[in-house]
């Protein structure tokens, strides 16, 4: 009748215990569903939506009165309640998902105490917090955290748009995982929105991917650049050259741009890709400091975004905005680095609304500012003399010039307009944690030499937010990575307005 279509799909695998002989779960939620009886109710009687399905051996029963839905695989039942919300109002007819990659709330206190006053989030509707574990791990990493924000489902750390099955473990294999149907092809499929995506990370990488990719493997960039030039987002602005064939997507209709001045002449583009790096882009901080820089801002490639999603009042849309060095500076433990994409994240929020408002439209336009995870353990627990700290030496030395509780001053860093200009001279910063003691010492100071990208050249790689000490190089928490701090449990904050 007037109840909405149901949709099953298996919900994932569990882990099965040593010992364990039952029949497993991702082999019982495999194949067709079969509509057993969708009318009586079953043995239960006459009961108004009521539906039973058979997925095989496993049972699916769904109540859309009660919103309860139980699972029975073998001797496993897993069961949800779901909460149905209706609109309050006339609904938004635009969505903005910013996200500040790795961004914890005790950054975003950082950031503010920069600014000396208030920053735009502060100033939303509504804010709350949001638990971030993965589906097979406590700790998520950014393409399991990309599909919960992108599908609301819940899935392993490396996948991106998939549920879990029997086999990923070869390139066929991990392509071939049941999908889950994300925010961005529902607005296209269902209402004809134009979908944007910018970052300033590779396109491939894994929160952007989220908004399209279908893999279990966050890695397979080239799979996942094919599966952008096959979905077609009218926006993608970001790195990845090295990964993303702009012949093909020039093909394809799109006007492809490569430095901040051809963005700023290709807005009347009808598709537009701009590749402005091999991979990621600089730092804001390196932007501002290179006088050869030819990259965008992040809040520039947002307003040539919605030049292009936004003609007229009959174009909706749904646009990305993601802050991706945020969470790779706290890998490295550059909180200097870390901290001015913050606030250049802060400054786009404020260029979006001032864009949306010129445009008319800030009034049916739904803003969100999220984080897909914490990263670092970043906190600040007071202020440091760095003019007082040695470069090397024992650990005592450097308490001798920190200040705690009441002697903790206001640091000589200051934003005005969203920037700083003494990131490296200043003589008071803050003194910060991270979370890889005891392999990590800490100066306190910001580097002054540009970084290539966001790791820097071969001879500073697992570089900190100071002078690197001699232990420090090369130490790190992953041993596959060349990051030295690592993602956490920490919940994160939503923000949202309109």
């Known amino acids: 009748g007037d109840r909405p279509e149901v949709a099953v799909q298996p919900v994932g695998m569990h882990r099965k215990p040593a010992g364990d002989d039952s029949n ?32 095989r051996l496993c049972e699916i029963r769904a109540d859309w009165q009660g919103a309860r839905v139980t699972v029975t695989a073998g001797c496993r039942v897993a069961s949800v309640t779901y909460q149905h919300l209706s609109l309050r109002g006339k609904g938004a007819k ?18 503010r105490l920069l600014t000396r006053g208030r920053l735009p989030v502060d100033d939303y509707d509504y804010n709350g917090l949001a638990f971030t574990k993965a589906l097979d791990s406590i700790v998520t990493d950014s393409a399991a955290a990309a599909s919960a924000l992108n599908t609301g489902h819940k899935t392993f750390n490396g996948g991106l748009g998939v549920y879990p099955d029997a086999a990923q473990s070869t390139a066929a294999s991990a392509a071939d995982n049941p999908r889950v149907e994300t925010f961005a092809e529902y607005v296209r499929r269902t209402k004809g929105m134009k979908v944007g995506v910018v970052t300033t990370a590779s396109m491939v990488d894994a929160t952007p991917a989220g908004v399209w990719a279908h893999h279990a493997r966050r890695d397979a960039g080239a799979v996942i650049a094919q599966q952008a030039l096959a979905f077609q987002p009218d926006v993608l602005l970001g790195g990845g050259a090295d990964v993303c064939n702009a ?33 990621h882009l600089h730092t804001a901080n390196d932007r501002r400091a290179d006088p050869s820089n030819t990259q965008p801002s992040l809040p520039a490639m947002a307003t040539a975004a919605l030049d292009v999603l936004h003609r007229g009042p009959d174009d909706h849309f749904y646009l990305m905005v993601e802050a991706a060095s945020i969470d790779k500076q706290a890998h490295s433990c550059d909180s200097a680095r870390m901290l001015g994409d913050s606030l250049e994240l802060q400054e786009t929020l404020v260029v979006l609304e001032e864009e949306l408002a010129r445009r008319g439209i800030l009034d049916e336009t739904l803003i969100v500012v999220t984080s897909d995870h914490a990263t670092g353990g970043y906190d600040v627990y007071g202020t440091v003399n760095t003019y007082g700290v040695r470069s090397i030496g024992p650990i005592t030395d450097f308490n001798a010039e ?30 910060g944690v991270n979370n890889n003691h005891p392999d990590y010492k800490e ?38 990575a060349h990051d030295t701090a690592v993602h956490t449990t920490s919940d994160v904050m939503v923000f949202a307005k309109g």
């Open 24 to 55: 497993d779960v991702a082999a019982l939620c495999s194949g067709a569903v079969d509509v057993v009886d969708a009318t009586s109710g079953g043995a239960d009687g006459p009961r108004s939506g009521y539906m039973q399905y058979v997925y």
């Open 247 to 279: 012949s093909q997507f020039t093909a394809a209709g799109y006007t492809s741009v490569t430095t901040a001045a051809a963005l700023a002449n290709a807005t009347a583009s009808e598709k537009l890709l701009g590749l402005f790096a091999p991979k």
């Open 94 to 111: 635009n969505v903005v998902l910013v996200i500040g990659d790795g961004m914890s709330l005790p950054m975003i206190t950082a950031t």
């Open 402 to 431: 920190i200040e705690m509780y009441g002697r903790a001053e206001w640091p000589d860093w200051v934003a005005k307009d969203f920037r700083v200009e003494n990131w490296d001279t200043a003589q008071w910063t803050f003194a």
């Open 443 to 480: 100066d306190f100071r910001a580097k002054h030499w540009l970084k290539e990208g966001w790791i820097g050249r071969e001879e500073d790689r697992g570089a900190l937010s100071g002078i690197a000490l001699a232990d420090n190089v090369g130490r790190t928490l992953h041993e596959e």
